[in-house]
Every structure is written in structure tokens, then in C-alpha cells.
């Protein structure tokens, strides 16, 4: 499965963004995906990722309550609604894709074998 992301742009501290992510091919039940963020000079860092089996969800600390994975299975997309966007979430965000994964490597970027291009999110104060 080849993995595209989309939808990356500049907005002002507290706006919104919707990421896209579109897979080549149909997500089936074992799959993964994630999303993972990287700024200038930092690592790259887990954000969301989500289990289309039984469609589990999962985020990092720093987003919750304010970012929103989910799935569109017709399109073959899942999205991240970002909102209330802090200059601090400004970085390259990449979706990621895994057949298989299980709970505890969701989070861990070296499980994924699929990535799509990263996008460039950039939130000014």
C-alpha cells in the first residue's frame, strides 16, 4: 500500500487543518496507520495513529482533546482534523502504514513500513 499525504498549509495559532491520508489500495482489517510530526532539529515524534480493525484510536499526550484521526473507507483516506493549532505543532507531519501492527508499536515510527510524503503544517503566533 502506497501512502499519499495531503493538506498541510500555514494558519494562525488556534485555527484548524484537516490532513489527509490516501492509501493506493483498500485498508483492510489488520492494518495501521499513523501519523508522525518532525520540526527542524527534533525527532520524529509520534501524534495518532489508528488500528482499522475495530478502529482503536490513539494519541500522543500533547494532542489530545484537540486532534481528531479517523477513517473514510470509501476513499481509502483517513484524515487528522487539527484544531486549536499551537505554534509548538508546527513541523512535517507523515502518515505511515503497517500491516499487522500490533497495540504497543503504534506509537514507534520504526514499525511502519509505508510512508507517504510528508506535509508542511506551520502554526504563527
Known amino acids: 500500500v502506497q501512502l499519499q499525504a495531503s493538506g498541510g498549509g500555514s494558519v494562525q495559532a488556534g485555527g484548524s487543518l484537516r490532513l489527509s491520508c490516501t492509501a493506493s489500495g483498500r485498508f483492510f482489517s489488520g492494518y495501521g496507520t499513523g501519523w508522525f510530526r518532525q520540526a527542524p532539529g527534533e525527532e520524529r515524534e509520534f501524534v495518532a495513529a489508528?488500528?482499522?480493525?475495530?478502529?482503536?484510536?490513539y494519541y500522543a499526550d500533547s494532542v489530545k482533546g484537540r486532534f481528531t484521526i479517523s477513517r473514510d473507507n470509501t476513499k481509502n483516506t483517513v484524515y487528522l482534523q487539527m484544531d486549536s493549532l499551537k505554534p509548538e505543532d508546527t513541523a512535517v507531519y507523515y502518515c505511515?502504514?503497517?500491516?499487522?501492527?500490533?497495540?504497543?508499536?503504534?506509537?514507534?515510527?520504526?514499525?511502519?513500513?509505508?510512508w507517504g510524503q510528508g506535509t508542511q503544517v506551520t502554526v504563527s503566533s
Open positions: 489508528l488500528r482499522h480493525g475495530r478502529g482503536d484510536k
Open positions: 505511515a502504514g503497517k500491516a499487522g501492527i500490533i497495540t504497543s508499536s503504534v506509537f514507534h515510527a520504526e514499525y511502519y513500513d509505508s
